[in-house]
């Protein structure tokens, strides 16, 4: 192995030329750490708010991004064990401290010291990462690496939304806000296992096609401005128990407006804007519950990557890139081109020929 490696590295923020190819020094792995050999990194819309500025803190610059990683094991630091050199692997990016109250009781995803692989600390779009043995998943056996890695982010927000923040029961209704994007992809595939009854929301005739072949009931298109009213037409102006929503402040006062009674809209992410006014009035009278859902844990990934392993859900990969293409694989991002993950492949190997 040489002593430099290829990168993506981030040295200020910006537009996407922000991004630099680089030749780098490669990582070594210390103490309860392993290096890991990329083999595919998905990109999320958390690597175009990285690159144009924090929201939450101060990001170190220069900065290796990408944080959905799959890849083999390739050398083992200090006190390492459980994990051989070689093993197929993902990674869940969000590291903690283990100590805090929130950690001791099951909420690291609210861990006032938590860092977050390829925001805070250096990630996969590289040839190599090192990450903390305690971070890592076995792949799941029937993945190839492309489709291994449209999954961490996306796969454990997806499942801490419905189920564990949002209680999704099996009757109820949900409503999937952006159907395109990777954690509503995934987020459609959950709620309909779950047995709920899935609407969805995206644009274009094929965006509502490839949402209903994951298992959306019914989708609408939210650049008709009637679609708030097909959606209560559709539950005999009842409203959804459950609105999973990431995009933010475009879609908020619609998702509350289509709301039951005494039904919660959960957020992750506000992409589309971070200021919203609502009625306050609404929300009482209604009794409607707004419920943060940050990131994801350890375990409700561990959950998910079972239920894709059992073949209950799959990846959504919409295209695969290089490397030396990932300003472009922004550019698709920003500009919502996507349905589901985009991933860049770093190591393409001859069993992934057929990979989508």
């Keep these: 192995m040489g002593e430099t490696m290829r990168a993506a590295v981030l040295h200020a923020h910006g537009g996407r030329d922000a991004i630099r190819l680089e030749e780098v020094p490669v990582p070594r792995p ?18 175009v708010g990285v690159r144009r500025g924090p929201k939450f803190g101060p990001i170190p610059l220069p900065l290796i991004g990408g944080a959905d990683i799959a890849g083999r094991v390739d050398a083992l630091g ?25 950690c001791r009781r099951g909420e690291p995803t609210i861990c006032p010291h938590h ?7 250096d990630g996969g779009l590289a040839d190599y990462t090192v990450v903390p043995a305690a971070n890592l998943l076995s792949k799941p056996s029937g993945l190839s690496f492309v489709q291994a890695a449209a999954l961490p982010v996306v796969a454990m927000t997806a499942w801490h939304m419905l189920l564990h923040v949002g209680q ?19 987020g459609i595939q959950l709620a309909r296992h779950a047995g709920a009854r899935v609407l969805a929301t995206t644009s274009t005739q094929e965006k509502m096609a490839r949402a209903r072949a994951l298992g959306a009931h019914q989708v609408f298109d939210y650049r008709d401005p009637d679609w708030p009213d097909q959606v209560l037409a559709a539950t005999q102006g009842r409203g959804v128990d459950l609105v999973q ?13 289509v709301l039951a009674r005494g039904g919660r809209l959960v957020t992750c992410g506000s992409h589309s804007g971070a200021q919203v006014q609502v009625e306050i009035g609404a929300i009482y009278h209604r009794q409607l519950r707004i419920l943060g859902a940050n990131g994801g844990t350890y375990p409700d990934l561990a959950r998910a990557l079972a239920l894709v392993e059992a073949g209950a859900v799959r990846p959504v990969v919409d295209r695969v890139l290089p ?34």
């Design 30 to 47: 210390g103490p309860g750490e392993v290096r890991v050999r990329v083999h595919a990194c998905g990109l999320n819309w958390l690597d």
């Design 78 to 102: 200090p006190g390492v064990s459980g994990w051989q050199e070689g093993d197929p692997v993902v990674v869940y990016p969000l590291i903690t401290c283990g100590l805090c109250e929130f």
């Design 115 to 121: 860092r977050i692989v390829g925001e805070h600390v």
């Design 168 to 186: 999704l029961r099996a009757g109820e209704t949900v409503l999937v806000q952006g159907a395109g994007g990777g954690v509503a992809s995934f």
């Design 245 to 257: 929503d990431n995009v933010g402040a475009a879609t908020w006062p619609h998702g509350l407006r």
């Design 323 to 356: 490397l030396e293409q990932v300003h472009q694989a922004h550019r698709i991002l920003e500009e919502g081109r996507h349905f589901g993950k985009v991933v860049i492949e770093l190591v393409e190997l001859p069993s992934e020929a057929t990979r989508p």
